[in-house]
């Protein structure tokens, strides 16, 4: 089946500009998941959705990140006001319960 | 605090050697653990999963990990490195539904 997709692929913005950037989980997969992979930080946890609990929102760096997921299935994370520093690939992630993380492409996100 | 240490940073082996890529965690439960691997614009693909039981976790291109509690280790291996093996390679540690703690990476090259 089809595996977790994301869109788009590569976003150029200037800084000060909202970007939006969507994630298709894998079908029936409760868990859904946004990281960040910069140059130096690694692969970071930004927040993650279970079901139909409160998203844990804990690894948001700051207020200007915000994520929904509709209907349990598709999220969008956004960023307000972007700056240079959050350029990086921000990888979106699904899984079943208590199953292993199965990776989108992720957006590469450069901020000018 | 849980992370995972990846000591090593870039690691160069000959086509047909062995492999071992080290991962040390610290958990506070007993941890899920994992190793992805990720290709040059690829996103991650998961290589291998151990949640409980044998020391040793089987995964997908021949690689394989030993599990030591003792030595809070995770160490990848596979008894001969293909070309194509060449990769970034991630382990995570999480307790089975929630935001994987990711090491830095290693970055593998195999020469002729």
């Known amino acids: 089946g089809a595996g977790v997709s994301q869109s788009p692929s590569n976003k150029v913005t200037e800084k000060g500009k909202d970007v939006e950037l969507r994630c298709d989980p894998i079908?029936?997969?409760?868990?859904l998941y946004w990281y960040r992979q910069s140059l130096g930080q690694g692969l970071e946890f930004l927040i993650y959705?279970?079901?139909?609990?409160?998203?844990?929102k804990s690894g948001l760096p700051s207020d200007r990140f915000s994520a929904e997921r509709t209907g349990g299935s598709v999220s969008t994370l956004t960023i307000q006001r972007t700056q240079q520093e959050d350029s990086a690939v921000y990888l979106c992630a699904s899984s079943l319960a208590r199953g292993e993380q199965f990776f989108g492409p992720g957006t590469r996100l450069t901020v000018l | 605090a849980q992370s995972v240490t990846q000591p090593d940073i870039h690691i160069t082996v000959s086509e047909g050697a062995s492999l071992e890529l080290r991962c040390n965690y610290s958990y506070g439960a007993t941890p899920y653990l994992f190793w992805y691997v990720q290709s040059p614009g690829q996103g991650l693909q998961l290589l291998l999963k151990?949640?409980?039981?044998?020391?040793l976790g089987q995964g997908i291109k021949g690689f394989e990990a030993e599990f030591k509690r003792s030595q809070s280790s995770f160490n990848l291996r596979k008894p001969s490195v293909h070309w194509s093996d060449a990769a970034e390679y991630f382990c995570a540690v999480g307790a089975g539904n929630t935001p994987l703690v990711f090491g830095k990476g290693t970055r593998l090259s195999v020469i002729a």
């Open positions: 151990y949640f409980s039981g044998d020391t």
């Open positions: 079908s029936g997969h409760t868990a």
């Open positions: 959705f279970q079901g139909n609990s409160a998203p844990d």
